[in-house]
């Protein structure tokens, strides 16, 4: 789920760039870029959707991250494109509230990376790689609790679900209560501490992956709730959009897309009453799909970029029917234990 947001140019963000924008070219496709129109970024990273968008048209982007260091980094880049481009720090699920406080009311496209950013993998600082030690944080934004708050002091019996929800880890049990043995002695800190400890439960894989990937994703996703964020900022997207604006979504693992694909299904369909109540309106849709079914990356741009081999894409073209409220368990965001509760280890895996 790496997203690679960065720009291919030597001076995006404000910087030598060190990530490619995943299936950029399909995104702008279905985004269309207009001379005039208005569109937003949800997920700006290091700029290179943004970038992409304002090279295409004479058009203004409205570019939105929750990380203040990519706000940072971006900076030079709103000098570049001198009152074309707007950043702000904030989450994508309520990209239609901050792109208000810019002035936008209606935008003509919204383009969402789901995920962390290849950016934020690449630091050891931010503690979401197992491949270089680092403080266990995970935190896009900093705020809330952090990985290491997680490991260290939820129930046994719902660490494993997480990891099993989230990750889809088989051995979730294992690894929670490999967890709970090793926080006994001492408080797990670092990335390099929990992956060992994920590695020695599950055991190597036969597929080549680091037997820590699935944890990881699990407590990442987890941290930043990012399956509520993804649900609410569908649903910000649908609002803000004019008819006829454009929504393009990529994701990086099937937890996610299925969010997605939902979405877009239960919005591409008229919603009609039930038969034993006739007197129920047909709800209009309030999009009609773009790509029937996803997009993934070209072997071209698997080879030059190989994190956009997980990567899928999905559009659609907003209509004049009014939105809908969201309902995140209806399109499978999984309730699990409130990150921000003390668990203080109030029970073990089974």
């Keep these: 789920m790496m997203a690679g947001r960065g720009g291919p140019s030597e001076d995006a963000a404000g910087g030598p760039a060190r990530h490619i924008p995943v299936l950029l070219s399909d995104v702008l496709d279905v985004i269309a870029p207009k001379a005039g129109g208005i569109y937003i ?80 993998i690449d630091t050891a600082e931010r503690g979401f790689s197992f491949m270089q030690d680092g403080p266990l944080d995970m935190r896009m934004g900093g705020d809330g609790p952090s990985a290491a708050d997680i490991v260290n002091t939820m129930a046994e019996v719902d660490l494993a679900r997480l990891i099993f929800t989230l990750g889809e880890e088989r051995k979730s049990r294992a690894v929670a209560r490999a967890i709970g043995r090793a926080r006994a002695d001492s408080p797990i800190a670092t990335t390099g501490q929990l992956a060992e400890i994920v590695a020695r439960a599950v055991g190597p894989l036969r597929d080549g992956k680091h037997p820590a990937t699935r ?7 987890y941290v930043n709730g990012e399956l509520s964020e993804l649900a609410e900022g569908l649903a910000a997207a649908e609002r803000i959009l004019k008819e006829g604006g454009r929504l393009a ?102």
């Design 41 to 120: 970024d949800g997920t700006f990273g290091a700029g290179g959707y943004t970038r992409g968008i304002l090279d295409a048209a004479d058009c203004r982007v409205i570019a939105i991250d929750r990380d203040p260091t990519a706000i940072r980094a971006g900076q030079a880049m709103v000098a570049d494109y001198r009152g074309r481009l707007g950043l702000v720090e904030g989450r994508f699920s309520e990209l239609d509230r901050l792109a208000a406080g810019e002035g936008v009311e209606a935008a003509d496209g919204v383009a969402l990376d789901v995920g962390v950013s290849s950016m934020q």
């Design 215 to 221: 944890t990881f994703q699990a407590l990442r996703i």
């Design 249 to 350: 979504v990529v994701s990086f693992h099937s937890l996610e897309d299925r969010i997605v694909k939902r979405f877009l299904a239960e919005r591409s369909q008229i919603r009609r009453g039930s038969r034993h109540m006739p007197e129920v309106r047909a709800e209009a849709p309030t999009f009609k799909l773009i790509t029937r079914h996803p997009v993934g990356a070209s072997e071209d741009e698997i080879a030059a970029n190989p994190r956009a081999r997980s990567a899928r894409l999905r559009g659609a073209e907003r209509t004049g029917a009014p939105a809908r409220p969201i309902d995140p368990a209806a399109l499978g965001v999984p309730r699990l234990a409130d990150p921000s509760r003390d668990h203080r280890h109030g029970g073990r895996a089974s």
